[in-house]
């Protein structure tokens, strides 16, 4: 696999675990039954006659199984970093999936540069917001780093 490869599987799994913690929170989906649905019937499908790149399965267990396990912390983070009066339960369901997986990769995924985590976060943002939001996840995920990784 080359790299540019690997960096679209990524990115395809940063997508996927989005989705899936939208769907987690959604639906309370049990996590082996949500990562089951999504090796079988998401990552990797065709639609509209495309079929979507392949995303790196074992990349996207970690990030859900991760801010799964972690979501206290992770959660615990995000809100310290959220303006005075603010609640997370305030964010919409996307919003929270996308700084839940990104804040994840920044805590867990050091093998991750901070400059892509944030990167791709913001790509996956671009799909769901307009550019307020994704000011938003930039200024959050930044400051998180910066508290995570110094």
Excluded: C
């Excluded at 790149?53 to 992770?74: C, H, Q």
């Excluded at 994840?104 to 769901?128: C, G, K, Q």
């Amino acid at each position: 696999m080359t790299q540019t490869d690997r960096s679209r599987s990524r990115s395809a799994a940063r997508l996927a675990a989005v989705q899936a913690l939208y769907q987690q929170e959604m639906e309370g989906t049990p996590l082996a039954q949500l990562l089951h649905e999504f090796h079988q019937h998401r990552i990797g499908e065709t639609i509209d006659g495309a079929t979507l790149v392949d995303a790196e399965v074992d990349f996207f267990n970690d990030l859900v199984r991760g801010v799964d396990s972690r979501r206290t912390e992770i959660d615990e983070q995000i809100t310290g970093r959220l303006a005075e009066g603010w609640k997370l339960e305030r964010l919409d369901r996307p919003m929270r999936a996308i700084l839940r997986a990104g804040s994840y990769e920044l805590l867990a995924r050091r093998d991750v540069p901070v400059a892509t985590v944030i990167s791709e976060y913001l790509d996956v943002a671009h799909a769901f917001y307009d550019k307020k939001e994704v000011a938003f996840v930039n200024g959050l995920l930044d400051g998180l780093a910066k508290d995570a990784r110094g």
